[in-house]
């Protein structure tokens, strides 16, 4: 159980244009989704907070209106890097929060490499 | 603010000898401590985690981790290594926010 999905695995854009990545919890409801960011050889360095059918809480120095989070239902987060570019290249991972007990695990999906030419 | 050191970047053992990756963490009160293992590409994997109750866990493939408040530590350990531990280990810390603060990451390389 606590499955979650990352759809696509990869996306290679050009400069300029935008991606957008799911977030999906399979098999139980995600009150509250995370999104991260991981460059080569360091740690996850968390983007923003996701909660269900309220706007996305961002951390200090993360662009909002570059980084569009939407979570609509209890099983899908999109994160939307708008108007791409280079240095926005790097590895996405969302988590999600199981609604009912245990909230302080987190389920992790299996990333986003994004490549932006 | 909360925080969590693990002092080694790089570690090399040999397949069958143990393990012991260190974690430190800051926090200001009762922390949720987890380690998560990352192969190369890949999402994070939950090993095993802390909440309360008995400060040694034990968690999947083998790791078992033990809470020391004295010390605000929480290692991994591993008493015989297979090569297929070879990822990165990364040590996390929550409180009641629920934001999970990560470590720098621990890079295990099992020579054979």
């Known amino acids: 159980g606590a499955v979650v999905s990352q759809h696509p695995s990869r996306v290679i854009c050009k400069s300029g244009t935008s991606v957008k990545i799911e977030c999906r919890s399979l098999d139980f409801q995600a009150t509250t989704m995370f999104w991260y960011r991981q460059f080569p050889k360091k740690s996850l360095m968390l983007m923003a907070t996701s909660n269900e059918g309220s706007k996305a809480t961002y951390e200090q120095g993360v662009e909002k209106d570059k980084f569009l989070i939407n979570h609509a239902s209890l099983t899908l987060s999109t994160l939307t890097v708008t108007s791409a570019h280079p240095e926005d290249s790097s590895f996405y991972i969302c988590?999600?929060?199981?609604?009912?007990?245990?909230?302080?695990?987190?389920?992790f999906g299996p990333g986003t490499r994004l490549t932006v030419t | 603010a909360q925080s969590v050191t693990q002092p080694d970047i790089h570690i090399t053992v040999s397949e069958g000898a143990s393990l012991e990756l260190r974690c430190n963490y800051s926090?200001?009160?009762?922390?949720?401590l987890f380690w998560y293992v990352q192969s190369p590409g890949q999402g994070l994997q939950l090993l095993l985690k802390?909440?309360?109750?008995?400060?040694l866990v034990q968690g999947i493939k083998g790791f078992e981790a033990e809470f020391k408040r004295s010390q605000s530590s929480f290692n991994l350990r591993k008493p015989s290594v297979h090569w297929s531990d070879a990822a990165e280990y990364f040590c996390a810390v929550t409180g009641t926010a629920s934001k999970l603060t990560f470590g720098t990451g621990t890079r295990l390389q099992v020579t054979l």
């Open positions: 802390y909440f309360s109750g008995d400060t």
């Open positions: 926090y200001g009160a009762t922390p949720y």
């Open positions: 988590s999600a929060r199981l609604s009912l007990g245990r909230s302080y695990e987190q389920y």
